[in-house]
DNA sequence: GATATTTGACCATC
DNA sequence: GATGGTCAAATATC
């Protein structure tokens, strides 16, 4: 398990500002339903702020953890392969590692919205039973910054079209997606995969219903 | 020429 | 050995 990354102190800080973060929902929950209250001396664009710097010092804190994960596998990485530089272009054992439990979103749609990242396909594959090709997509900045995000992209169903959009891992880099390609496109209400777009009104609610439940630890499935 | 996509081969896992 | 994920050369596009 990945938490076993995190010290006790860092699941207490994540949790505290988790909890922070959905009470501050709540509440601009509450002044979106009731805009009257906006008169208030708190303005929604400050609980937005709050919220956010909430998430982006969460985020802080897993992402500090993981940069320490990276480094050991660079590091056992180079122990081990250190004196192969020589090996032939064909040789391409231990080149890459298959993922074994990354952090996934599993989003089924109906179309292939542009959810504001720059992708780039490096892989199709035909999967057993499938009628369709699976296909692989890297962040474009996987080279230059180090994103880690990864998606798959299979089509399921032909009419109506509906796509399988699994993403592994999240952004590392710092090309954040443009807030008018922020689409809150969840096709239900079950689908709990949803993008947060905070130009919209229109779509408050939906991120916000899932925000205000109880936020545990082993949960977190965030998109940015 | 730079960048993105396609596609067959390679490799890890089961 | 089968399957799925990734690499990288070849090719396409701008």
New binding site residues.
């Given amino acids: 398990m990945e938490s076993e990354n995190y010290t006790q102190s860092d699941l207490e800080k994540v949790t505290e500002k988790l909890n922070r973060g959905r009470e501050l929902t709540r509440r601009l929950r509450e002044m979106i339903k009731k805009p009257e209250a906006d008169a208030g001396d708190v303005l929604t664009e400050d609980l937005v702020g709050k919220i956010m710097s909430s998430f982006c010092e969460t985020l802080s804190i897993l992402r500090s953890n993981e940069c320490s994960e990276v480094s050991q596998i660079v590091k056992s990485t180079e122990d081990s392969s250190g004196s192969c530089k020589t090996s032939s272009?064909?040789?391409?054992?231990?080149?890459?590692?298959?993922?074994?439990t990354l952090e996934t979103t599993i989003k089924e749609t109906s179309t292939l919205v542009d959810d504001g990242h720059?992708?780039?396909?490096?892989?199709?594959?035909?999967?057993?039973?499938?009628k369709y090709p699976?296909n692989?997509f890297?962040c474009?900045h996987k080279f230059d910054q180090g994103c880690e995000a990864?998606k798959?992209v299979q089509r399921i169903q032909e009419n109506p079209p509906l796509f399988r959009v699994t993403y592994?891992g999240h952004h590392t880099c710092k090309t954040f997606p443009k807030v008018s390609q922020m689409i809150c496109d969840s096709p239900t209400d079950e689908d709990s995969s949803v993008l947060l777009n905070f130009n919209s009104t229109n779509n408050h609610h939906h991120f916000l219903d899932m925000m205000v439940g109880p936020v545990e630890f082993a949960d977190l499935s965030f998109q940015f």
């Fill in positions: 272009l064909k040789d391409r054992r231990g080149r890459y590692k298959r993922r074994k720059a992708w780039r396909k490096y892989g199709q594959k035909h999967i057993l039973n499938a699976r692989y890297r474009t990864n798959q592994y």
